[in-house]
T-cell receptor, first 117, second 113 residues
């Protein structure tokens, strides 16, 4: 697609429930990133994929968080047994490294706002 | 680990004022540096970047110079407009292909007409 698409845009759930957030990156972008942004804070890195594999998952806060990208395109972030502290905007970004510019530039989606009651 | 520190906001200026938002970084190796911007109701977008020491990134009248000696990447604009009101994030990547990008906490900028 033309941009990074994230669904749902808003999700309200109850403490202890399971949640899935979906990201559809820009076609052809090999790398896909998940970030979490709390109110008044900068994006906090969670995980990134290069193709189908997780290249770096050091930002996942605990084992309740898991992400997959089975075919190297769409990714799903899965949160088990949600807690109130998981409430945040979850951002997805994709990138295509530019050898010409020598930099890895991310294109972000609009985010999925998760509220855990 | 790598990190970015930027000045806390909010920063409030009058239209046509000079803007500086300070950013310093800590990194091993030779990171690439970025400024991203988040306008009200919109997603994060790249404003400018620099990939090596002494490079100057520029866009929409904003500039930032990669200073290795002071580990800084301060954002400047000579004459701000009301439409520049947004949250600005300084960020770095490790300089390796497709490495993760680390963001600062953001600086909210208000421009008064």
């Amino acid at each position: 697609g033309a941009g990074v698409s994230q669904t749902p845009s808003n999700k309200v759930t109850e403490k202890g429930k399971y949640v899935e957030l979906r990201c559809d990156p820009i076609s052809g972008h090999t790398a896909l990133y998940w970030y979490r942004q709390s109110l008044g804070q900068g994006p906090e890195f969670l995980i990134y994929f290069q193709g189908t594999g997780a290249a770096d998952d050091s930002g996942l806060p605990n084992d309740r968080f898991f992400a997959v990208r089975p075919e190297g395109s769409v990714s799903t972030l899965k949160i088990q047994r949600t807690e109130r502290g998981d409430s945040a905007v979850y951002l997805c970004a994709s990138s295509l490294y530019s050898a010409a510019s020598g930099a890895n530039v991310l294109t972000f989606g609009a985010g999925s706002r998760l509220t855990v009651l | 680990g790598d990190s970015v520190t930027q000045m806390e906001g909010p920063v409030t200026l009058s239209e046509e004022a000079f803007l500086t938002i300070n950013c310093t970084y800590t990194a091993t190796g030779y990171p690439s540096l970025f400024w991203y911007v988040q306008y009200p109701g919109e997603g994060l977008q790249l404003l400018l970047k620099a990939t090596k020491a002494d490079d100057k990134g520029s866009n929409k009248g904003f500039e930032a110079t990669y200073r290795k000696e002071t580990t800084s990447f301060h954002l400047e604009k000579g004459s701000v407009q009301v439409s520049d009101s947004a949250v600005y994030f300084c960020a770095l990547s490790g300089g390796y292909r497709d490495d993760k990008i680390i963001f600062g906490k953001g600086t909210r900028l208000h421009i008064l007409p």
